[in-house]
């Protein structure tokens, strides 16, 4: 069984950057495909961005290309959400997620990590 464990998150205003972390440990990663995904209150979890661990192919939500970036880091098994030009409407809880199929269903999460943006 995969274990993610997310860090990064804070306060920070308008315009400005924020990288999150998710150290990955278990069963080996690179079966796995691992993404990103937003809890705004009150919603369901929505897919932001994922990378194939093996391929290293990406994913981007339309609303956050250009400013969000997904990477990992073979040596550390760890995978990073680098957060560019934050908006207030990026406020979430932020989850990190491994899956070996679908998004429908992923075989881990993170505890999640909560992103705040001021205006």
């Known amino acids: 069984q995969v274990q993610l464990v997310e860090s990064g998150g804070g306060l920070v205003q308008a315009w400005a950057s924020l990288r999150l972390s998710c150290v990955v440990s278990g069963r080996t990663i690179s079966h796995y495909a691992m993404g990103w995904f937003l809890q705004a209150p009150g919603k369901e979890r929505e897919l932001v961005t994922a990378?194939?661990?093996?391929?290293?192919?990406?994913y981007y939500r339309e609303s956050v290309k250009g400013r969000f970036t997904i990477s990992r880091d073979n040596a550390k098994n760890t995978v990073y959400l680098q957060l560019n030009n934050l908006e207030p409407e990026d406020t979430d809880v932020y989850y990190c997620?491994?899956?070996?199929?679908?998004?429908?269903?992923?075989?881990?999460w993170g505890q999640g990590t909560q992103v705040t943006v001021s205006s």
């Open positions: 997620a491994a899956t070996r199929s679908t998004w429908s269903s992923p075989d881990a």
């Open positions: 990378i194939n661990w093996s391929r290293g192919s990406t």
